[in-house]
Structures are given as structure tokens and as C-alpha cells.
């Protein structure tokens, strides 16, 4: 069926100001810290396209230049097509309340046959205390960004929340 004028005009405006997604639309910031960080889990949901790249999860501190980096890796076969996985780190002194300045995940290539592209379509990272209270940091369900694959040497970072 061919959209008439009036239906076409205003979808063509809304197209050019919005682009194809709004980048972290349906993103959710948690609870800043109220005790320090022992432990972060990280749950990924891989979309249509896996990857077997090295996927890292960093940290940056406020007080440190240096991130501290993970490498998001289980015995089972990570980040594949429509696959939720759960990863846990540590860091090695548990994170103070303000010392948590950003997260980000880092692509490092490396994939079998060269499967590096992934697109990941949710991400949701908790954060566990010193208490073993747990909650949550991070939530964006639906990644709507979905043809912009996340390649080797990309970064991913979140919207910007206070953590
Ligand atoms: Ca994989
Ligand atoms: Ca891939």
C-alpha cells in the first residue's frame, strides 16, 4: 500500500530528526553506590549476530588514570545468538562510594575465523556490596541501536549515570 501525503510527510520529518534510533532509549540508571562495590555481575543478551571476540568489561575509578579491565569469559561458549550470559568480577579492593566514575565494554578481537561483530541487545549490570546486598547499577533492556554492531577494537559505553 503507498502511504498517502499526509502520512508520508510527517514520518519522512520524523526519520530526519530522529535518525534510525535513539541511542540508549530504554536505558536505566540504578542506585549510586551506599556501600562499597565487592563484586559486579554483568548479563548480556547477544542478538542475531555472536561473536567469539574478547570481550572486556572496564572500570574507571575517579581515583586511579589506569581502568581496571575484565575479560568476560566462561567455560561455556560466550555470547552467542540470542543468548543471555552472566559474568561476575571482582575488582581487586572493593570500590568506595564515588570512586566508581564509568563503566564501559571493550571489544578486543581476536574471534574464531575472525567473528568478531557482535551485537549485544540488553545489558543489565548489578553490583553487590561488601554487606552482600545487591543492586542494580545499570538496566538497558532493549539496545535499539541494532545494525551498529559492536566490531574488534569498538568500546561500548552506557548513558551517563551516576554510579
Ligand atoms: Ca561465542
Ligand atoms: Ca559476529
Redesign the pocket.
Known sequence: MRLGPLLSVPLVLALLVTGCCDAHESARCGTPAAEPIASLTIVTVTGS???DASIYFCIEHASTLVPECFDLDTPVDDFEQHQTDAFTVTPATPIVAGDFRAFYLQNRGG?FLG?????MVSLRVEATGTSSARWDLYNEPAISCGDE?IGSGATWRPASCTL
Open positions: 549476530d555472536s561473536t574471534g567473528n568478531n561483530d557482535w551485537d554492531q
